[in-house]
């Protein structure tokens, strides 16, 4: 009996795995979607391509460059999952508290990843934001909003 329990759930998983890639796979084959993913990466360089050869500025200095809970795993770990984070910077004074675990995670992502490299971050939140650009464009596309009028909204948000 053991047997055929193992054998049914390796086919029931291997099932819904194969639905999500042909699901990638037909929305990466859509043309329209490969047109406004084009598109809107094009529209996204020209208006933000700059941002990639920007330094750190304001918030970015006390929330990525100097601060300590980002420079390792352990630290990270042990302050943000827990508890809200003072959002201050030199420039603006204080700005309260929040708690975002996982903008906090995205970041510390980014600091093992890029290091202390600007260009690194800014790519990587022109990245998210085409990937929500297209994600809304998605939806407004399956809300059978017309294809223009979808495109150019969010084309417009992404400005």
């Not at 004074?93 to 600007?118: C, E, I, M, V």
Request: contains cysteine.
């Amino acid at each position: 009996m053991s047997s055929a329990r193992s054998r049914r759930v390796p086919s029931l998983y291997a099932g819904k795995q194969s639905t999500r890639t042909a699901s990638l796979r037909a929305w990466f084959t859509n043309e329209e979607n490969l047109a406004f993913l084009l598109l809107a990466a094009v529209w996204i360089a020209l208006l933000y391509g700059r941002a990639l050869a920007a330094p750190f500025v304001y918030d970015d200095l006390d929330g990525v460059v100097n601060n300590p809970s980002l420079q390792s795993w352990h630290a990270f770990a042990a302050r943000f999952p827990r508890a809200p984070v003072d959002f201050t910077t030199s420039l603006r004074g204080g700005g309260g508290s929040t708690y975002r675990p996982l903008y906090w995670l995205s970041l510390a992502l980014d600091r093992r990843l890029w290091q202390l490299n600007p260009a690194g971050f800014h790519l990587t939140n022109l990245l998210l934001h085409l990937a929500v650009g297209c994600a809304g464009f998605r939806l407004l596309r399956s809300l059978r909003v017309a294809l223009t009028p979808a495109a150019l909204t969010v084309l417009i948000w992404l400005s």
